[in-house]
Nanobody, 123 residues
């Protein structure tokens, strides 16, 4: 079924932290690049971060660089997004997606998508 399920979202105060998880079923993640995307109300979906299949290369949008960290544990079939120093502007639904070829450039060519998890940053 090539299913991805996000978890870990919630309500957090500005400056706080959350860790999102992306768990796969129906396939193993070791051959796939995994990207995190987000969509805020009234805005287009944007790429946030991506990690290559091996975990050797990572990419971040300028808006989150230095605050977010992507990682993967292929043995657990899971990819994580650690979000620190959260801002109100980070409020969005966050999605993970898999790319058949294990590279990330351009946040393009992602084949399978999760349903998303809501992140709300507010005091």
């Amino acid at each position: 079924q090539l299913r991805l399920v996000e978890s870990g979202g919630g309500l957090v105060q500005p400056g706080g932290s959350l860790r999102l998880s992306c768990a796969a079923s129906g396939f193993t993640l070791d051959a796939y690049a995994i990207g995190w995307f987000r969509q805020a109300p009234g805005k287009e979906r944007e790429g946030v971060s991506c990690i290559s299949s091996s975990g050797g290369s990572t990419y971040y949008a300028d808006s989150v660089k230095g605050r977010f960290t992507i990682s993967r544990d292929n043995a657990k079939n899971t990819v994580y997004l650690q979000m620190n120093s959260l801002k109100s502007e980070d409020t969005a639904v966050y999605y993970c997606a898999a790319r058949t070829l294990g590279v990330c450039a351009g946040f393009r060519g992602f084949d399978s998508w999760g349903q998303g998890t809501q992140v709300t940053v507010s005091s």
